[in-house]
């Protein structure tokens, strides 16, 4: 049986033809699966569940229909999507699962996560991080207004948008915005796992690493800007698969 692991589709309405692609993803290629795992930046942004987008409703249907058909759907918070909550899971009939977790895959653990928590290099970013994880600041947020919502996540948008092009200015991009190869390690140790599956960074590749004198590999998803990407684990096949 195969399972199924994306990321980074950052779907929203100025691209529908992902929205599109992603949901023929879920009526074929998903269909039989043992199960499917978003491990985060599902939508571009996402400001509250009762934002009623059309995006986020046409998704929730395709995701409801694979989980009727027997795939269990998994979903793990991305940085642009955290603040996705129980109501819009229940919806969608997936599952929150936390951010890392470990799970058994093929009859052995393995780690999975969206990936920003490996970026440690980034400060700026993880005291942002950390910030709009609090449960208090997300309440609070929660409360204003849907228009005050969508206002701020622009703004964060564009601050992010700033701070890229500093960096690349500063020619840090490459450094800063990848894993931290300390930390990565570090996360091996942790989990006492020898396969890490994450997203985030949109540079995807297959990593073999050894770590602590054992043979480890570190996967890294696709986006979905030029066209799908799907990681296929079934027995001993790990593979990278693009899809259009
Ligand atoms: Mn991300």
Not at 2 to 30: G, K, M, N, W, Y
Not at 133 to 142: G, I, S
Not at 206 to 228: E, K, S
Request: proline share 4%; net charge negative.
């Amino acid at each position: 049986m195969t399972t199924l692991f994306i990321s980074d589709l950052h779907l929203d309405a100025e691209r529908p033809q992902v929205t599109d692609l992603f949901l023929r993803f879920l009526r074929d290629d998903a269909r039989g699966a043992a199960a499917l795992y978003i491990l985060g930046d599902l939508f571009e942004a996402w400001v509250g569940d009762d934002d009623p987008s059309e995006t986020g409703a046409a998704v929730a249907q395709g995701v409801r229909e694979l989980v009727d058909a027997g795939t269990p759907v998994h979903f793990i918070r991305g940085n642009r999507d955290f603040l996705l909550g129980d109501d819009y899971a229940r919806r969608a009939g997936m599952t929150i699962v936390q951010d890392p977790s470990v799970v058994m895959l093929e009859g052995r653990p393995a780690l999975i996560l969206h990936g920003d928590l490996l970026c440690t290099a980034d400060t700026g970013y993880m005291a942002f991080r950390a910030q709009t994880r609090d449960p208090k600041w997300q309440a609070q947020f929660l409360s204003q207004p849907l228009p005050a919502r969508i206002a701020f996540a622009q703004h964060a948008r564009a601050q992010s948008r700033d701070a890229q092009a500093a960096l690349k200015n500063a020619g840090t991009m490459e450094t800063i915005t990848d894993v931290a190869p300390s930390t990565v390690d570090e996360y091996f140790v942790r989990y006492g796992v020898d396969l890490m599956i994450h997203g985030h960074t949109h540079r995807p590749a297959i990593h073999a690493l050894d770590v602590g004198g054992r043979a480890r590999r570190r996967v890294v998803l696709g986006d979905w800007y030029d066209h799908g990407s799907v990681l296929r684990v079934d027995g001993d096949r790990v593979e990278l698969e693009g899809l259009r």
